[in-house]
């Protein structure tokens, strides 16, 4: 057991940066060093388990912004059937989703909604990005408006391409996914998760924040009933 | 509005005036027919007649183009046109109409202003919403004149011939393309 402790002693940048500031008479107390020491241990025996469990239910975000969103729609019907592997329910919110498939040309407008709704995934968050035109801008490619490859703007897990890439390809980056999640460690994982920015919503047609906008009318609107 | 084209001098004669084109003149609006674009028939008309031209083809039940199928604009270096498609659903009629915009100089080539047609159809105003984002014609008293289809912040109008597609962390591969 003193063996598992001392080889992830180091592991996660909590213990790192917390060593110093823990003076030595608390050493052998409760600290954060102890607490990530026992997360350490912990996760390499409950991972495997937990990762099973996870693998074979991720629930993907319904987001399909061109023609592999029809292929898309086509894995989860019964010809396919994305749902012998845990993965049929389509959800329409980030908050409850795990994964985010990528179907279609991502544009420059687009772009930004995207980063969002990755952001308002919860961690642990796949990405597999499908298509040609999410690995490369595919033949879009020279258009102005186009992002060139989705992993300009996310971190993709798996790349799928294909234009569109058949449902059978779609299953089978599905499987990688899975296969990656099983290999997964939850401190590893915990120390490499993506750091959460404040989001701040903008009007798409004027770029003002939604905040003063809705000032602005709160304001009107009191001008309005203080003039009846 | 009468000018003639440089690029083809065969041409020098001018067509007849078609239907639509009588029809105006009969209403004293002047216009040039142009050659047909797929067998509907293509008239120049000028700025000032553009509005009481559109609103006669509307209203009146001789012509009854009450359909505004699209707008759109075209970069010819020199000018800017705005092109009109209208249909009439009870002739089974179709017209196109230009108008050609001169370019106002060539350091401030942003400045090819036409008066809005949303405020009496109100089809035009997404049409023209895009013709002002992708070509850049300023449409003057349009009720709501934003980008449509680009994001608030982008630079410049995409179809222009001018146009220099920007290059930064999103867009860099293939730096010898025609861009």
């Keep these: 057991m003193s063996e598992l402790l001392n080889n992830d002693l180091n592991s996660t940048d909590l213990a790192r940066e917390n060593a110093a500031l823990i003076s030595p008479e608390l050493a052998d107390t409760v600290t954060l060093t102890s607490i990530d020491k026992a997360i350490n241990m912990l996760s390499q025996i409950v991972s495997p388990i937990a990762n099973l469990a996870r693998s074979n239910s991720v629930w993907p975000l319904t987001f399909g912004t061109s023609c592999c969103a029809i292929e898309m729609m086509c894995v989860g019907m019964s010809a396919f059937d994305i749902s012998r592997f845990g993965s049929e329910v389509f959800r329409a919110t980030p908050r409850q989703a795990d994964l985010i498939i990528t179907a279609g040309t991502i544009t420059r407008k687009m772009a930004s909604a995207l980063i969002t709704l990755y952001e308002q995934l919860p961690e642990p968050k796949y990405v597999i990005a499908m298509g040609a035109c999410t690995i490369t801008g595919g033949m879009f490619n020279d258009s102005y408006s186009v992002v060139q490859g989705v992993d300009r703007i996310i971190p993709v897990d798996v790349y799928l391409p294909g234009c569109p890439p058949r449902p059978e390809a779609i299953l089978d980056a599905l499987l990688k996914l899975q296969q990656k999640i099983r290999t997964e460690n939850y401190a590893k994982r915990r120390v490499q998760a993506y750091q959460q920015r404040p989001v701040c919503y903008v009007d798409y047609d004027c770029g003002r924040p939604l905040e003063d906008l809705l000032a602005m009318a709160m304001e009107d609107t009191s001008l309005a009933l203080d003039q009846k | ?179």
């Design chain 2, 1 to 179: 509005m009468s000018q003639t084209d440089t690029n083809k001098p065969n041409e020098t004669k001018e067509m007849e005036l078609g239907k639509f084109g009588k029809f105006l003149k009969d209403n004293g609006i002047d216009s040039t027919r142009k050659d047909d674009s797929i067998n509907v028939e293509t008239i120049v008309i000028s700025v000032k007649d553009l509005e009481p031209a559109l609103r006669l083809l509307k209203t009146s039940s001789e012509t009854k183009l009450n359909m505004l199928l699209t707008i759109s604009g075209v970069d010819y270096t020199d000018r800017i046109d705005s092109i009109y498609h209208l249909w009439s659903y009870d002739h089974n009629d179709a017209l196109v109409i230009k108008v050609e915009l001169p370019k106002q100089s060539q350091a401030n080539t942003d400045t090819v202003n036409l008066t809005s047609i949303a405020n009496f159809w109100s089809a035009a105003n997404w049409h023209e919403r895009e013709t002002y984002d992708l070509v850049g014609i300023r449409y003057l008293r349009h009720p709501y004149l934003r980008r449509i289809l680009n994001p608030w912040d982008w630079e410049g109008h995409p179809l222009r011939r001018d146009y220099k597609q920007l290059v930064d962390a999103l867009n860099d591969k293939n730096p010898h393309s025609f861009r």
